[in-house]
Protein backbone atom coordinates (compact mmCIF):
# COMPACT_ATOMS: atom_id res chain seq x y z
CA UNK A 1 0.00 0.00 0.00
CA UNK A 2 1.22 3.26 -0.55
CA UNK A 3 0.50 6.64 0.79
CA UNK A 4 1.21 10.37 0.72
CA UNK A 5 1.16 13.89 2.89
CA UNK A 6 2.98 15.46 5.98
CA UNK A 7 4.75 13.92 8.38
CA UNK A 8 2.71 14.92 11.37
CA UNK A 9 4.60 13.40 14.48
CA UNK A 10 8.30 11.23 14.62
CA UNK A 11 8.67 9.32 17.89
CA UNK A 12 12.76 8.58 19.53
CA UNK A 13 14.32 5.01 18.26
CA UNK A 14 13.04 2.07 20.46
CA UNK A 15 16.68 -0.65 20.79
CA UNK A 16 16.25 -3.80 21.66
CA UNK A 17 18.23 -7.20 21.22
CA UNK A 18 16.34 -10.28 20.56
CA UNK A 19 17.15 -13.59 19.78
CA UNK A 20 18.45 -12.89 16.28
CA UNK A 21 20.62 -9.70 17.52
CA UNK A 22 19.88 -5.78 17.77
CA UNK A 23 17.11 -4.15 16.66
CA UNK A 24 15.56 -0.52 16.18
CA UNK A 25 11.80 0.67 15.66
CA UNK A 26 10.52 3.88 14.91
CA UNK A 27 7.16 5.29 14.90
CA UNK A 28 5.79 7.90 12.34
CA UNK A 29 2.22 9.17 11.88
CA UNK A 30 1.10 10.78 8.78
CA UNK A 31 -1.52 12.98 7.86
CA UNK A 32 -2.79 12.96 4.45
CA UNK A 33 -4.98 15.48 3.47
CA UNK A 34 -6.78 14.67 0.69
CA UNK A 35 -10.35 15.76 1.82
CA UNK A 36 -12.40 17.90 4.04
CA UNK A 37 -11.40 15.18 7.30
CA UNK A 38 -7.76 14.41 6.95
CA UNK A 39 -6.53 10.70 7.47
CA UNK A 40 -3.69 10.18 9.91
CA UNK A 41 -1.94 6.74 9.85
CA UNK A 42 0.12 5.51 12.51
CA UNK A 43 3.18 3.72 10.65
CA UNK A 44 6.46 1.67 11.85
CA UNK A 45 9.73 1.29 10.99
CA UNK A 46 11.60 -1.68 12.58
CA UNK A 47 14.72 -2.74 11.08
CA UNK A 48 17.65 -5.24 12.51
CA UNK A 49 20.93 -6.56 11.88
CA UNK A 50 22.63 -4.39 8.64
CA UNK A 51 19.37 -1.97 8.04
CA UNK A 52 19.26 -0.99 11.26
CA UNK A 53 20.37 2.54 10.68
CA UNK A 54 17.79 3.26 8.25
CA UNK A 55 15.57 3.27 11.42
CA UNK A 56 18.84 5.12 13.32
CA UNK A 57 21.37 7.27 12.47
CA UNK A 58 19.94 7.56 8.03
CA UNK A 59 16.65 8.21 9.64
CA UNK A 60 16.72 11.77 7.83
CA UNK A 61 12.58 12.87 7.96
CA UNK A 62 11.22 15.53 10.59
CA UNK A 63 7.96 17.05 11.09
CA UNK A 64 6.22 19.12 8.55
CA UNK A 65 8.47 16.72 5.50
CA UNK A 66 5.85 15.87 2.38
CA UNK A 67 6.86 12.35 1.84
CA UNK A 68 6.03 9.29 -0.06
CA UNK A 69 5.56 5.79 2.12
CA UNK A 70 5.30 2.52 0.67
CA UNK A 71 4.06 0.13 3.49
CA UNK A 72 2.68 -3.37 4.54
CA UNK A 73 -0.51 -4.01 6.92
CA UNK A 74 0.35 -7.29 9.24
CA UNK A 75 -1.80 -8.77 11.85
CA UNK A 76 0.03 -10.96 14.17
CA UNK A 77 -1.85 -12.86 16.98
CA UNK A 78 0.31 -13.77 20.75
CA UNK A 79 -0.76 -15.93 23.43
CA UNK A 80 -5.41 -15.02 22.37
CA UNK A 81 -4.49 -11.16 21.01
CA UNK A 82 -4.40 -9.77 18.10
CA UNK A 83 -2.29 -7.07 17.14
CA UNK A 84 -2.14 -5.36 14.18
CA UNK A 85 0.82 -2.90 12.63
CA UNK A 86 1.43 -0.72 9.39
CA UNK A 87 5.16 -1.64 8.34
CA UNK A 88 7.31 0.79 6.54
CA UNK A 89 9.40 -0.60 3.64
CA UNK A 90 10.05 2.47 1.80
CA UNK A 91 9.83 6.31 2.35
CA UNK A 92 11.08 8.99 0.55
CA UNK A 93 10.63 13.09 0.35
CA UNK A 94 8.33 14.47 -2.25
CA UNK A 95 7.63 17.61 -3.70
CA UNK A 96 4.76 19.65 -2.34
CA UNK A 97 3.69 19.17 -6.42
CA UNK A 98 3.20 15.95 -6.04
CA UNK A 99 0.90 15.64 -3.28
CA UNK A 100 -1.23 18.61 -4.95
CA UNK A 101 -1.49 16.46 -8.02
CA UNK A 102 -2.49 13.64 -5.71
CA UNK A 103 -5.41 15.76 -4.29
CA UNK A 104 -6.44 17.02 -7.03
CA UNK A 105 -7.33 14.02 -8.80
CA UNK A 106 -11.27 13.86 -8.84
CA UNK A 107 -13.50 10.53 -7.53
CA UNK A 108 -14.68 8.91 -10.75
CA UNK A 109 -18.17 8.78 -11.37
CA UNK A 110 -17.80 5.32 -12.90
CA UNK A 111 -19.12 3.26 -10.58
CA UNK A 112 -19.83 -0.83 -10.90
CA UNK A 113 -23.56 -0.48 -9.50
Same mark, same amino acid.
Given at each position: ??????????????? $? +????? =??? *????? @???? &? !???? #?????????? $? +????? =??? *????? @???? &? !???? #??????????????????????????????????????????
Amino acid at each position: MEIKGKIKHVSEVVE $G +EGKNG =AWA *KRTIV @ITED &V !SEHP #NELVLSMFKS $G +EHIDY =AKD *KFSYA @IGDL &V !SIEY #NTRANEYQGKWYGDNSIWKIEKVSGEAVAQTQKQEPSDDLPF
